[in-house]
């Protein structure tokens, strides 16, 4: 379907594809790709003729789309771009933005007739600023070799002067929002993004005398300002850093008062720790003393209770000895009493036995 579009649609010739190319590629740059993005891109494969996408400087393309030889065989079937690009979709590389895609298909699906009167310049509108907080902060090295973009000017030929300019102004308005953000973390990538812009701009009004036009004037008032906020940028960073290093040397001279005070602090608590350990030391020494004295003193006490203890325990043992003996003698002396005592009563009923008995002997002898 590709050949048979191309052999039946004038416009889109080799110089169509190498334009939509181009329009892509340049709408749809990678925030943060190769800066020589304009001699590296890839032709879409829709067109079949084109060998390259840049041909050399000394064959211009034709910017006429009627230049495309007319000589087609009248047994090529007549197809309809609209219906060929509803059938089939545009080919963009994966990397490109939902607007990039956008434009290849308006650029792609344009009917084959003559193009439209180009706009005024006048009710161009300058593209929104990009906002840099939204593009990554990394970028990987800066190439450096700058792209030809005088010896490639030629492609803007291919297109007409609405889309050119429209395609101008985007390009230089995304490399000049690229170049604001990577002057932060690459500030050789930033200024070689804004070179190229400036270059974009210069080879696409090279022809255009002294008289500006007021695409011109947009883009570089697109430069003008990218160079402002460029320029703002670096001296908010040199601020920034100056703050920074005023802050870095704040916080060192805080760090060394707190060393010093911590200094002071470990000194103080090492000398309150001296002057406890040694009042410890006294104290601990008083106290050994006061023990030793309690416990002589608990010595000597329990020695003289000792001494009171035996002495009474000699005095009792004495007195237990006089009391037995006393409780002897009087033992004795009783005994001795009751044997007397019997005795005497022995004695006496001895007595009367015999006093009975000469009694009786009497009486006996009387009658």
Not at 15 to 34: H, I, K, M, R, Y
Not at 94 to 106: D, G, I, K, Q
Not at 135 to 142: H, R
Not at 297 to 304: A, I
């Amino acid at each position: 379907m590709a050949s048979s579009d191309s052999s039946s649609d004038p416009s889109s010739g080799p110089s169509s594809a190498s334009s939509s190319s181009l329009f892509s590629t340049l709408a749809s740059v990678p925030s943060w790709g190769p800066a020589s993005f304009l001699s590296s891109a890839v032709p879409f494969g829709r067109s079949s003729g084109s060998s390259t996408l840049y041909p050399t400087p000394t064959s211009k393309t034709n910017p006429d789309a009627s230049s495309v030889p007319s000589s087609a065989s009248p047994s090529t079937p007549t197809s309809d771009p609209t219906a060929d690009c509803l059938s089939e979709p545009p080919t963009a590389p994966s990397s490109a933005s939902p607007s990039a895609l956008l434009s290849n298909t308006t650029t792609d699906c344009s009917p084959s007739r003559p193009s439209a009167p180009s706009i005024a310049p006048a009710a161009l509108a300058t593209p929104a600023p990009l906002d840099p907080s939204s593009a990554p902060t990394t970028s990987p090295d800066p190439p450096t070799d700058l792209p030809l973009t005088r010896a490639n000017a030629h492609l803007f030929d291919a297109l007409e002067s609405h889309t050119s300019q429209q395609l101008l102004l985007t390009a230089v308005q995304v490399l000049c929002s690229d170049a604001a953000v990577l002057v932060r973390t690459s500030p050789a990538r930033g200024e070689q993004y804004l070179a190229i812009a400036t270059e974009l701009v210069t080879a696409f009004f090279a022809a255009e005398g002294e008289e500006i036009s007021e695409p011109h004037e947009a883009a570089n008032k697109i430069l003008k300002l990218a160079r402002r906020e460029m320029d703002r940028v670096v001296v908010e960073m040199g601020r920034t850093e100056e703050e920074r290093k005023a802050e870095r040397a704040a916080e060192e001279e805080r760090r060394e008062e707190e060393r010093k005070v911590e200094k002071e602090r470990k000194k103080e608590e090492r000398r309150m720790y001296e002057v406890a350990m040694r009042e410890f030391r006294e104290e601990k020494r008083v106290e050994e003393k006061r023990v030793e004295e309690k416990r002589v003193e608990e010595k000597r006490v329990e020695e003289k209770r000792v001494e009171e203890k035996r002495v009474d325990g000699d005095n009792r043992m004495e007195e237990e000895k006089k009391m037995a003996l006393r409780e002897a003698r009087l033992a004795y002396v009783t005994d001795t009493q009751k044997r007397k005592m019997a005795k005497k009563k022995a004695e006496k009923e001895k007595r009367e036995k015999e006093e009975e008995r000469r009694m009786r002997l009497l009486e006996g002898t009387g009658g």
